[in-house]
Nanobody, 111 residues
């Protein structure tokens, strides 16, 4: 069983920044690829960013150059630094590891 708990969402103005955090309770964290997904109202859940156990990262085209995924193996944490936020980034953001999902954290970008 893997528990994932996201935090850090909120309301931010366009152009602003937020950092999402995901705390993972598992002894296998260091061997797991980790993922950030998001789901906007009326849309399918989409992959935003991923990071392998070795630290290689990949991003959706829509967030390249603005979002950065990172992990802290000592703390069992994954982060998503989001800069230059746009209204279209508004969504519930989810952390995923293996087949397990967190509960999600709401990000709203509006003036």
């Amino acid at each position: 069983q893997v528990q994932l708990v996201e935090s850090g969402g909120g309301l931010v103005q366009p152009g602003g920044s937020l950092r999402l955090s995901c705390a993972a309770s598992t002894s296998f964290f260091n061997t797991m690829g980790m993922y950030w997904y998001r789901q906007a109202p009326g849309k399918e859940r989409e992959l935003v960013a991923s990071i392998t156990s070795g630290g290689s990262t990949s991003y959706a085209d829509s967030v390249k150059g603005r979002f950065t995924i990172s992990r802290d193996k000592a703390k069992n944490m994954v982060y998503l630094q989001m800069n230059s936020l746009k209204p279209e980034d508004t969504a519930v953001y989810y952390c995923k590891g293996l087949t397990f999902w967190g509960q999600g954290t709401q990000v709203t970008v509006a003036s």
